[in-house]
């Protein structure tokens, strides 16, 4: 059997050990532990404070010439709706709950709707209709609730209107719309102006564009005004020519008398004296010689 080494009871007893010393590392590590542990107790205690009160905060804003409906998305609890009306610019205020707004331009407005329409004469004309309209002020309520809000145009107004542009344009065949598309124009503003009555909508103006003929239809009338154009220069040529042919008459007239008056005058008598007359300039000049033929006696008759 194996014997312990047991100490000896009569030996003195060992000295305690010394504590070892801590190095400049380790007192480091320990600081930076020591940090590292209070930042996440702070992060803990103040971050979800920060989120929930960031959450729970909203003030929504609204842009100048708008009207803000005001109304309330719940989070998690809660059934949420209609809170309020905001005017721009400006904001509703700070609210507990997760306040939205839908923004409604309440300024007049220009809505183009672009047409191709048959008119009377079954030819397909294309033109553009221009309606300015404005919201009255205090009625986003109205235009949220009654006429869907930001699409209001397209879900109350466009399809009337342009229904009743059609319904005018199809009175009037397509040559007379140039001259007459004021008076379908009045038309059309009138009915939609009566359709928006009881509305908070309102028609500022409406006016037409430009009316664009089928191809077909610009040559021909190309076509025709040339022609018009050639025969407008025949008929002035023509008047030249009997102004011409006139002047002609004139002239002939003239000469036709002057001979007429000349022969009435040219008498025997006139004759015999215009030679006698003729027979003396000769004799007064130097370079004549005048040699005189008798030619008997029937000479003188």
Known sequence: MEELDLPDPDDPPAPPKE???????????????????????????????????????????????????????????????FQGTVAGPGNFGLSLFRNEAISIDMRPQTHSEAFEVLAQDDLTLQFKFHAVISIEQGSVVRVVNEYGGLDWYPRFVAEPFRSFVRDAVQ???????????????????????????????????LSVGDINYPLV??????????????????????????????????RAKGKAEA???????????????????????????????????PLGPTSSQ
């Open 171 to 205: 009175q009037y065949q397509s040559t007379d719309l140039k001259t007459t598309m004021d008076d379908c124009a009045r038309i059309v503003h009138e009915r939609l102006e009566r359709y928006l009555e009881k509305t908070p909508f309102k028609l500022v103006n």
């Open 19 to 81: 504590p070892q010393e801590e190095t400049a590392e380790q007192r480091a590590a320990a600081l930076r532990a020591q940090r590292t542990l209070k930042l996440l107790t702070v992060l803990l205690t103040v971050c979800p404070t920060l989120v929930v009160a960031a959450l729970a905060r909203t003030n929504p804003y609204v842009e100048p010439g708008h009207e803000g409906y005001v109304y309330e998305r719940p989070r998690i609890f809660g059934h949420g709706g």
């Open 217 to 250: 239809v610009v040559q021909a009338v190309e076509r025709k005004l040339a022609a018009q154009q050639l025969l407008a220069e025949k008929d002035t040529q023509q008047q030249i020519v009997i102004k011409d042919a006139a002047i002609e008459v004139n």
């Open 259 to 293: 001979q007429r008056i000349i022969s009435s005058t040219l008498t025997s008598h006139y004759l015999q004296h215009e030679a006698i007359d003729a027979q003396k300039k000769l004799a007064e000049s130097p370079n004549n010689t005048t040699i005189y033929i």
